[in-house]
């Protein structure tokens, strides 16, 4: 695998990398392209990114290794010192390496993290998906729709300091 990854500006990056996929599934092998690019701004309050990659991957509930092209777009905000909220979206394409199979999901949602001490971050996320499979053996246009959310708590362990030689 190789890539570049220039920095545009203090703000500005590009970056993008390519290789290839090996795997071993079910007694077939698949060799595929990978590639993931994207570019981003960062300041000192605001992250926004657009990506996007190819490549294998499996999925719930569906048998079998897909091909997937996968497109993202990122917005985060700092409100306060102790507040960041973020938005995100993502937009799934993948197919099946041996049959029709088709597979499309849009998902989308956001949240906020929250500075509660120095050492301690609560998250609350919440996000949508919308999935729809077409052409599948193994199954009938299997569709989902859900919505789902999750609070967390990260705890970040403070440095260790060596003493002085």
């Known amino acids: 695998m190789g890539g570049l990854d ?10 993008g990398n390519g290789g290839v996929e090996f795997s071993d599934y079910e007694e077939e092998s698949h060799i595929v392209e990978s590639v993931n690019t ?22 719930i509930g569906i048998p079998g290794l897909l091909q997937s092209d996968i497109a993202n ?20 394409r993948s ?19 929250f500075a509660l001490r120095r050492d301690l971050l609560m998250s609350m996320h919440a996000y949508y998906q919308h999935q729809q499979a077409y052409n599948f053996s193994s199954f009938e246009n299997l569709g989902l729709n859900c919505f789902t959310g999750y609070l967390g708590f990260q705890y970040v362990f403070p440095a260790l300091r060596r003493s002085g030689n």
Not at 6 to 15: A, D, E, P, T
Not at 73 to 91: P, Q, V
Not at 95 to 113: C, F, I, P, R
């Open 73 to 92: 777009a990122s917005l985060g905000y700092r409100i306060t010192r102790r507040i960041d909220a973020k938005l995100e979206s993502y937009y799934y």
């Open 95 to 113: 197919s099946e390496q041996n049959g029709d199979g088709l597979l499309k999901a849009l998902l989308g949602g956001g949240g906020l993290e």
């Open 38 to 59: 994207g570019i981003g701004y960062t300041s000192r309050n605001t992250l926004l990114s657009l990506t996007y990659q190819r490549g294998l991957t499996s999925e």
């Open 6 to 15: 220039f920095h545009l500006s203090r703000s500005w990056r590009v970056w």
